[in-house]
C-alpha cells in the first residue's frame, strides 16, 4: 500500500514541477522594436527561459544569462553562463561584468528582456565599489548558517550590491526593459525574486541594520559606511510578468490529486520558519486530523493531501550534510513516530536541496521501522544537521536531477483513512 500511495506521490510532485517550467508559460513577443533586442538574466532556470524565449521570438536578438552548474541548456543565439550556487564564484563575478557591459551599452531605441528566477541572488554578483568579491562571499556564507529567511537574506544583498534592488534596471535605462519572472518566493514579490536587479524596493538601509543585528553578522566599518553612502533606488515599477509560481504549481498538484482520488488541501505557498519546527508543526496537524477523521469541513472518508510551498530556513548547529527539504522530513518522522497512515514528501522544486544532489526526501511508516532495524537515533541525526545520511540510510532520499525551474520547496503529506 505504502509503494502505491509513494507512486502517487511522486507522480502529483512531477505534476507540480511541470507547471512551472517556462516552456509552458512564455508569452509570444508579438512587436518587434526599432533597435535591438537583449536577452539577460540569471537563475537556476535562467537556461531554460532562455531557450524558451528564444523559441518563441520571430526577431533576431543576442544576450547572456548566468545558470547554476549542472543546469545548462543548449541555445542558439543567447549566451548560457554556468556559476556557483549559493555561494559565488568567479564564473558568476565575471559573467556579471559581461551584463553590466550589454546593459550599458544599449540605447532608447532597444528592447532589454530580463529572465529572472530563484538563485539569481548569488548567480548575479557584483558587489559595491570598495566591497570585495571575497567579503561579498564571506557575507553571503555567513547569511546562509544563519536561518535568515530568504526575504531577510535578499534585502542584506541587495544592500551590498551593485546590481540588485533595482539598479540593474538604472544601468539599462532608457531602455525599454521588461522582466519574465519564476518566482520562489513567498509572495511572489518581484523585488525578492533574484534579489530584483530590474525591481525596485522599498526597503530602507534600516532593515539591512536590523537583519545584521539580529544574526550577528558581522561587516567591517569601511563597509558599512560604503552601504550608507549607496542608498538603493527609487522609482515605479513597470512591465513585469510572473510566468510560474509556487501557487500554480500547488494548484496543478491539487488537480492531479483530485484525480487520484485525494481531498487536497492547500495550505500555504509561503510556509517560512526553521525547517526541523515547521515539520513538527505538520506532523503534529497531520496527527490531529487523523485522531479527529476531518480536517475543518473535509471528512477523512477519503485519503487527505495537505499541499505547501514556500521556504524554510534550517540554524546550522551541526556538522552534517542535507538541506531544508530533508531536515523537515526527518522532523516530520521524529514527531509522527512510526504513524502507519501517515507519509509524505518534502523537496526543492529545482532539484537540489541544499548542498547535496538529493531534491529532498520521502517518508513513511516503513522509513520508521528501517531506522529502527538499523539502531539510527533520529533526534542524534536532526540535532546535527545530517538529514542527507539519515535518508540515505533509510533509501528514502529523492533524486530528480536538474528540472531547470524553481518555484522554491513542495511539500505533500497524505492521511489516509482507518
Known sequence: MIKNNKQ????????????????????????????????????????????????????????????RYDHFVKTKKIKVVEASHPIPDLNGYNATKQIIKIAKKTSKDDLVIFLISGGASALLCSPLDGISFDEKQKINNELLKSGASIDEMNIVRQSISAVKGGRLLELIKPSNCITYGISDIPGDDPSFIGSGP????????????????????????????IIKN?????????????????????????????????SPIILSDKLEGIASEEGK??????????????????????????????????????FGKGGRNSEFA?????????????????VDTDGIDGSEDNAGA???????????????????????????????KTSDLIFTGPTLTNVNDFRAVLILPN
Not at 526527518?330 to 518534502?346: D, Y
Open 8 to 67: 502517487q506521490l511522486l507522480l502529483i510532485m512531477e505534476k507540480a514541477i511541470n507547471a512551472a517550467k517556462p516552456v509552458h508559460n512564455f508569452p509570444k513577443l508579438l512587436k518587434k522594436p526599432k533597435g535591438e533586442i537583449y536577452v539577460l538574466g540569471a537563475g537556476k532556470a535562467a537556461g531554460s527561459m532562455a531557450k524558451a524565449f528564444e523559441e518563441q521570438c520571430p526577431f533576431d536578438l543576442e544576450g547572456l544569462v548566468i545558470t
Open 198 to 225: 530590474t525591481i525596485y524596493t522599498n526597503n530602507d538601509t534600516n532593515k539591512f541594520f536590523e537583519i545584521l543585528d539580529n544574526y550577528k553578522i558581522k561587516i567591517s566599518k569601511e563597509i558599512l559606511s
Open 230 to 262: 549607496n542608498l538603493l533606488p527609487q522609482g515605479i515599477n513597470e512591465n513585469f510578468h510572473l510566468i510560474a509560481s509556487p501557487m500554480k504549481a500547488l494548484k496543478a498538484a491539487a488537480n492531479l490529486a483530485k484525480k487520484i482520488g485525494f
Open 281 to 318: 508543526r505538520m506532523a503534529n496537524l497531520a496527527l490531529k486530523i487523523k485522531k479527529e477523521q476531518h480536517y475543518k469541513n473535509i471528512s477523512l472518508e477519503n485519503p487527505i493531501l495537505l499541499l505547501s510551498g514556500g521556504e524554510t530556513t534550517v540554524k546550522v548547529n551541526g
Open 330 to 346: 526527518l522532523s516530520m518522522v521524529n514527531t509522527l513516530k512510526g504513524n502507519k497512515n501517515i507519509l509524505g514528501l518534502s
Open 362 to 392: 520521502f517518508f513513511s511508516y516503513e522509513t520508521f521501522l528501517t531506522s529502527t532495524k538499523l539502531n539510527l537515533d533520529i533526534k542524534k541525526y536532526l540535532n546535527n544537521n545530517d538529514s542527507f545520511s539519515f535518508f540515505e
